[in-house]
């Protein structure tokens, strides 16, 4: 069984930055695709960033492409999301969630093919 805790979500100002880490265990990360998701208030849980298992290829959504970066460790099975640029629409929960996919060229921002997911860290974007 995969376990994921997202950590270093925060309160922070427009234009400023965070660095979200992703930490798993129960298996190594070598065989698993990384996403990370966010849910604002009132809004359905959107696609922001997913990785490969090899680390080769990203994904990004369109309103984050240039702000944000996701990266892998999997020497330490952990996954990071640095975001530059914040504004107040990133305010959200933010989670990574993971899909067994050795091998695979691409990944997916779409959530519903993530079966294992941590239970989020909180966002702020605001002055």
């Known amino acids: 069984q995969l376990q994921l805790v997202e950590s270093m979500g925060g309160l922070v100002q427009p234009g400023g930055s965070l660095r979200l880490s992703c930490a798993v265990s129960?298996?190594?990360?070598?065989?698993?695709?990384i996403g990370w998701f966010r849910q604002a208030p009132g809004k359905e849980r959107e696609g922001v960033a997913c990785?490969?298992?090899?680390?080769?290829?990203?994904i990004y959504a369109h309103d984050v492409l240039g702000r944000f970066t996701i990266s892998r460790d999997n020497a330490k099975n952990m996954s990071f999301l640095q975001m530059n640029s914040l504004k107040p629409e990133d305010t959200g929960v933010y989670y990574c969630?993971?899909?067994?996919?050795?091998?695979?060229?691409?990944?997916?921002?779409?959530?519903?093919?993530?079966?294992?997911w941590g239970q989020g860290t909180l966002v702020t974007v605001s002055s």
């Open positions: 969630a993971a899909d067994w996919d050795p091998g695979s060229s691409m990944c997916s921002l779409v959530g519903r093919r993530y079966p294992w």
């Open positions: 129960g298996r190594t990360l070598d065989d698993y695709a």
């Open positions: 990785i490969t298992n090899s680390g080769e290829v990203a």
